[in-house]
């Protein structure tokens, strides 16, 4: 009877030891394998190759931001420096003044919906001594279709805080600056700059003109590293009349690593092309995290033109202080609006309370899809759309009813002095 015990307790040891190794490998998460090597050895492969291994890394690197949690931590200030070389040359100084912004994110993203706790503070300025707060806690449910977002204002007036419950395509998705290494929907100045790169590499294969054969991949160094530049014509969308050039530069020794991009969008004159945008960035410092490089340090520089001191250029310094690949997991996505926090709901019209659980303190208000609220965000986005046509329509039967009466009127007036 002994060894029979025996038996089965080795018996169920090693099935559980068989079912635990199971779970384990079916929660394990396997992360792309990102290819890496020389800039020689990449610039010894066919044109063709050097695309297709270019593009290959990095839609890998768009794949990390399907499971991924990361802290950053940021710095916004205002220099008035002469730094028309970045980021190919000259170092970004330390701001002058005390007025600074400074903000960190909390991110958690996984699939197409992300949460993220955000702060922003303004440090001692004219309008407030003592400094100002705002604070977010923000979620994307791509599985609802809805944006959620809870707002907190702290400055010297007191203390005030809200809430809105928005259809999730009418944001643009902002996750800590570090998403616009990833995918997104362009809007305003978000630049996506490696998913942009991806499109353009593609656009080459399939061009026509014979252009596909020209090799527009260039060496170029970035702190002294050997890179790969590549320059294509870029365009915002909503700054259609100012196109632009967009060069990036990666760093093929570790894992095809975006190091710096340089955009500069301008406008056609009778004296020339004049410089409307100027958006540049460089990274400082790169770390491997999961056998992944990522960016550790980096700054952006974004002004009106040639960030050559005469007008102050907007800098941001962008720290990583933590990141994970396939850490994240249902539950971190979970949100609720604090207790007290006054909602407005935009996707049905409504009103309510928090009560902190996830419920409705006191009665809630409005009508459902019948008040101003939810027509202002059905009718507000289109409302171009709509109201331009009706507007050139009126105006035209206006037109015509006002010829057609005038010629009634001297008909009837030729016929009154006929006799």
């Not at 695309?51 to 931590?73: D, G, K, P, S």
């Not at 993203?109 to 440090?123: H, I, M, N, P």
Request: glycine fraction near 10%.
């Amino acid at each position: 009877m002994l060894r029979w015990n025996l038996l089965l307790l080795i018996l169920a040891g090693t099935l559980g030891l068989c079912c635990g190794d199971r779970s384990m490998a079916a929660e394990e998460v396997v992360l792309p394998q990102i290819p890496a090597m020389s800039a020689d050895a990449f610039f010894a492969l066919p044109v063709e190759e050097q695309r297709a291994l270019l593009v290959e890394a990095l839609e890998q690197r768009l794949q990390l931001f399907e499971n991924m949690a990361y802290e950053t931590r940021c710095r916004k200030y205002f220099l008035h420096e002469e730094l028309g070389t970045f980021p190919y040359a000259g170092e970004i100084p330390e701001p002058a003044d005390s007025q600074m912004f400074r903000m960190k994110y909390d991110t958690y993203c996984l699939g197409k919906s992300y949460r993220q706790e955000f702060q922003l503070v303004l440090l001692e300025s004219p309008q407030h001594e003592h400094g100002a707060m705002h604070q977010e806690m923000r979620t994307a449910d791509a599985s609802e279709g809805e944006f959620l977002c809870a707002h907190e204002m702290i400055n010297e007036e007191g203390q005030r805080s809200s809430g809105t419950i928005s259809h999730l395509e009418d944001w643009n998705h902002k996750e800590g600056l570090l998403n616009f290494w990833g995918s997104g929907t362009a809007g305003g100045h978000d630049l996506y700059f490696i998913q942009e790169s991806v499109h353009a590499l593609k656009l080459l294969d399939t061009a026509d003109d014979g252009s596909a054969r020209v090799p527009l991949l260039n060496s170029g160094k970035i702190n002294g590293r050997e890179t790969i530049s590549f320059s294509y014509p870029f365009q915002f969308k909503r700054m259609k009349k100012y196109p632009g050039i967009l060069t990036v530069n990666f760093d093929p020794e570790r894992q095809f690593l975006p190091l710096a991009y340089r955009l500069e969008c301008s406008e056609e004159q009778e004296q020339g092309r004049t410089l409307r945008w100027f958006e540049a960035m460089r990274v400082e410092q790169a770390e491997q995290q999961q056998g992944i490089w990522f960016p550790h340090r980096f700054h952006l520089l974004k002004c009106n033109g040639l960030p050559t001191g005469a007008e102050g250029s907007s800098v941001e310094e962008v720290l990583v202080k933590a990141i994970s690949f396939g850490t994240v997991t249902d539950r971190d996505l979970a949100f609720t609006f604090p207790a007290g926090v006054d909602v407005r709901n935009f996707t049905n019209g409504v009103r309510f309370i928090a009560d902190g659980k996830g419920g409705v303190q006191g009665e809630v208000e409005g009508i459902p899809y019948l008040n101003g609220y939810y027509l202002g965000s059905v009718v507000g986005p289109g409302i171009h759309k709509i109201l331009f046509p009706c507007v050139g329509v009126s105006t035209f039967l206006l037109g015509w009813y006002l010829v057609r009466r005038q010629e009634r009127i001297e008909r009837q007036q030729s016929v009154s002095a006929g006799v």
